[in-house]
């Protein structure tokens, strides 16, 4: 910005050489100082502009993001489904890429002696880990038949979000079992 104001300066002062060999005076100076300092103000609050306006499209997207992983993330809960005996959920087709998605389960078996029996699905926690949902595709929870003896049972899902963080819901897969 001082180049610029010293390029508008210097070049004020040529110009008037140019038309007559005496020097500015010391107001036409003043005048061209003026006129680059107010060059220089207006060039630094475009630039202050610019970098707002940047900053608020940011949070935007961000914000935007974020709610499009909410959207997807309530995709997923609305398609679980418990039918015939299967506990099934689907991962959303309109999510990409499915590997992202991260999705654990697991539950307890009531033994009745005050203990319980944790019950893990790893075939949903390789899933994940190996990256390999796929979209549009019908997955189900294995378990013994109307989950008798469950005392507790549910699904952990998380997202990526626009700053590597993760959007996550969790999910009483029994209120499906039981309704």
């Known amino acids: 910005m001082r180049k610029i104001a010293l390029l508008c300066i210097i070049a004020l002062v040529l110009s008037g050489l140019a038309g007559c060999a005496s020097e500015p005076t010391p107001e036409e100076m003043a005048a061209a100082e003026a006129e680059a300092a107010a060059a220089a103000a207006i060039e630094a609050a475009e630039e202050r502009a610019a970098e707002e306006a940047a900053a608020a499209a940011e ?5 935007a993001n974020r709610l499009y992983v909410r959207k997807t993330l309530d995709e997923l809960k609305s398609s679980i489904r418990y039918e015939d005996g299967e506990l099934s959920f689907e991962i959303p087709a309109s999510y990409q890429p499915p590997s992202d998605w991260v999705i654990w389960v ?26 390999s949902w796929e979209a549009g595709t019908k997955y189900a929870i294995p378990e013994p038949p109307d989950f008798i003896g469950m005392d507790q049972l549910f699904m952990d899902v998380s997202l990526p979000d626009e700053n590597g963080g993760l959007i996550e819901i969790h999910i009483d897969l029994l209120e499906y079992v039981k309704n």
């Not at 539950?107 to 009745?112: A, C, L, M, Q």
Request: charged content about 30%.
């Open 59 to 63: 949070a935007e997207a961000v914000e």
């Open 106 to 131: 697991a539950g307890r078996i009531d033994t009745k002696n005050g203990s319980g029996i944790s019950q893990h699905y790893e075939e949903f926690d390789n899933a994940s880990m190996n990256r």
